[in-house]
């Protein structure tokens, strides 16, 4: 067994990890109050980052999903909401065009995509339609050459920087999951809105929206795929990007450690620093061990995904896993810092509320429980 890195993984990790720390890190408080990273976005696109684990036909870099899943740890490390900004542009946005589009779709959608000149956005979740996918109830359909949309979406990434939004919509009533259908749709067309949710608990420098189709017509050539097969699509893409989030869940873990570590140090209570202390350097050696376990989780699934053999299974541990663990080491940082941990000025109760969302996001943790479940045979 390798545990090392190759020449060109490593080389991701560095680049990303001295960009993060000299540019991201020290605008990370500006996100945290509501501030989109477009410039980031911008500078990553220089860097031929946005289309990172595309082929270079189509602007991409060549890369494989374990580099893709490295940057996007190191991004979140120093600020979530430019992490799940990246994250969702390349495994929500990019990747079903990619995985399903036809050669035209990929050179008009995906090549923009990969050069950063838009963002990257899909559009699955409703509001009656979260865990429960396959009862979507946004419907497309046919009128002359055109698909004509109704139905709304919500909690949908960078849809208010995009130029077109992937959607999901029944186009075959009575199917069920079998009847869903994925689009493209341009963020231009007459009866699209896209409505911003700012209210949020955190990720407050992401974009989130809600998105409402009202006899929204695109043409039938935006169809992805096959007619029927979106829920099929979208269930392979959401476990790739499963895995991304796990590597979320390690950063935001890696932050929350490296925090309370160089507070710890520095913290003098009763004669001595409090990392002397047992009750706070056994804190610290849990966090420690944990993120090493998320992190080999999340390396071996895209690993799997590399060499093309199954990891659905290894995708949803490790983000049940290290989304979980992100939220329990945030919690120990917090309590670590005592009373400055519950102090914006301090950053571990952003790390808090960040990290709860990757709980939730691309699969619920009682939905991945359910799905390792299956596949054990349960």
Request: aromatic letters at 8%.
């Amino acid at each position: 067994m390798d545990f090392d890195l190759s020449p060109e993984q490593q080389m991701v990790m560095e680049t990303v990890r001295e960009f993060a720390d000299a540019e991201i890190a020290p605008v990370a408080g500006e996100m945290d109050r509501g501030r989109f990273p477009a410039d980031i976005m911008a500078r990553l696109a220089e860097m031929d980052l946005m289309g990172l684990c595309f082929p270079e036909e189509y602007g991409g870099a060549g890369g494989d999903y374990l580099s893709y899943c490295l940057a996007v740890e190191e991004i979140t490390r120093v600020c979530a909401s430019t992490g799940i900004t990246f994250e969702a542009h390349i495994s929500l946005g990019c990747m079903p065009i990619h995985l399903f589009g036809n050669e035209e779709q990929k050179k008009r959608y995906l090549v923009p995509l990969c050069r950063g000149e838009t963002m990257g956005s899909f559009g699955l979740t409703e509001p009656g339609a979260g865990s429960d996918a396959g009862g979507t109830q946004t419907t497309a359909v046919v009128d002359g050459d055109s698909w004509v949309i109704n139905g709304s979406k919500i909690f949908i990434t960078n849809a208010k920087y995009a130029r077109f939004v992937t959607i999901t919509a029944v186009t075959e009533r009575g199917q069920g999951t079998r009847g869903i259908s994925a689009i493209i749709v341009p963020t231009d067309a007459p009866g699209f809105t896209i409505r911003p949710l700012t209210e949020k608990m955190g990720w407050h420098g992401s974009n989130t929206n809600e998105l409402s189709f009202d006899n929204v017509r695109v043409p039938l050539e935006n169809l992805v795929g096959k007619r029927g097969e979106g829920f099929k699509q979208f269930l392979i893409v959401l476990d790739g990007g499963r895995i991304a989030v796990a590597a979320m869940g390690v950063g935001i873990a890696q932050a929350c450690l490296n925090a309370s570590l160089t507070y710890a140090k520095e913290r003098v209570q009763f004669g001595q620093s409090i990392s002397r202390f047992q009750a706070v350097s056994f804190k610290l050696a849990d966090m420690a061990t944990n993120i090493e376990l998320a992190r080999n989780l999340y390396y071996k699934a895209a690993w799997l995904r590399d060499q093309g053999r199954p990891y659905k299974k290894e995708a949803a541990m490790a983000k049940l896993f290290a989304t979980e663990m992100a939220t329990r080491s945030a919690l120990e940082a917090i309590q670590i810092h005592g009373g400055y941990g519950c102090m914006k000025e301090f950053p571990v109760e952003r790390y808090l509320r960040d990290a709860k969302i990757c709980e939730i996001g691309e699969g619920t943790s009682e939905v991945q429980r359910l799905l390792i479940a299956r596949l054990l045979g349960c």
